[in-house]
């Protein structure tokens, strides 16, 4: 691996038909000494075999995984494999196999990346081949990300990183869980590309409605302790206003302004209100907990691998 000039790391689930044209393009389009690190993420129907490497004339490995462990956790075990092997003077890609990264992009990503300011350059998309509902979710999505997190992200797995960008990437617990959302956290440099999105090359993508909100909270995740302080400053003002509306409904009652069942009816809502503030916070006091635990050191990365096949 050391004797290439660019890593890829690309996870791969059922899909070698994809990943197959992927390497071939790899091979023609990119202008450099390429070396594939292909995380096989247990897959049973379509395992990667390394032929497919060696058929597009690549040096490359395929790190098949014990099980099933998503597509975050299995593209920071491939950087946890790369990280202990690679030079300070290689560079590293991530992105997906199914084609929507296209190997011809890498030179814009890889361009913005040679400036002594930048430690990953990211993909931004300037079009997406997606659905307009989905395009409408993801702008609720960013919207909600800012709000709850003060931070906006508008890039995806698609980047270029330096070596020393790598060493801290893969030190932090919060890489297998969000990978845009790690960068973000680590304080690295980033420098954005606008990138047309491509076309999947086969298949139907398995990421389905449920998968895009799960990996929508895991981005969240990763900012725990930020939307902790932001939920808890919410919750404590609509709690305070529910206090002080029960003592206006008090004074109400006091004073017999309030009709007849209307006062208990109040303060039976605003209670609600209150307890419903409090088990919020609650609930995410105890989601930082589970973030925070929940975390690999980085190496322990090993221990998702069945084996490494090399070309």
């Known amino acids: 691996m050391n004797k290439h000039s660019l890593i890829v790391v690309t996870p791969v689930y059922e899909d070698t038909s994809a990943s197959h044209q992927l390497f071939a393009e790899l091979a023609s389009k990119v202008d450099e000494d390429v070396y594939i690190v292909a995380v096989d993420d247990g897959s049973i129907k379509e395992p990667l075999d390394i032929v497919t490497i060696r058929k597009a004339g690549l040096d490359g490995v395929v790190i098949r995984l014990k099980k099933n462990v998503g597509h975050q956790r299995a593209i920071s075990i491939g950087l946890g494999y790369v990280a202990e092997r690679i030079g300070p003077n290689q560079r590293v890609i991530v992105m997906d196999s199914d084609g929507e990264d296209k190997p011809e992009s890498i030179k814009q990503l890889l361009d913005s990346l040679d400036t002594q300011d930048t430690d990953v350059s990211v993909a931004q998309r300037k079009s997406r081949v997606e659905s307009i509902k989905f395009k409408a979710f993801y702008l609720v999505y960013k919207a909600i990300f800012y709000i709850l ?129 409090g088990a919020m916070t609650l609930m995410m006091l105890m989601l930082t907990g589970v973030v925070k635990n929940k975390g690999i050191e980085p190496h322990d990365y090993q221990i998702f691998i069945d084996e490494a096949i090399h070309a």
């Open 149 to 277: 997190s003060g931070r906006k992200i508008n890039f995806g797995n698609f980047m270029a990183l330096k070596y020393d960008a790598l060493k801290r990437l893969v030190h932090m617990q919060e890489l297998g869980i969000h990978i845009a959302g790690t960068v973000l956290l680590s304080k690295l440099r980033i420098s954005p590309v606008c990138i047309d999105r491509g076309a999947r090359y086969a298949g139907q993508s398995k990421m389905n409605f449920v998968g895009l909100v799960l990996h929508g909270f895991k981005g969240l995740m990763v900012f725990a302790e930020d939307v902790l302080v932001r939920v808890g400053i919410a919750s404590a003002v609509v709690a305070g206003l529910a206090i002080m509306a029960s003592i206006v409904a008090v004074a109400l009652k006091v004073l017999g302004f309030a009709t007849p069942g209307w006062f208990s009816v109040a303060i039976g809502i605003l209670f609600l209100v209150f307890l419903q503030t």
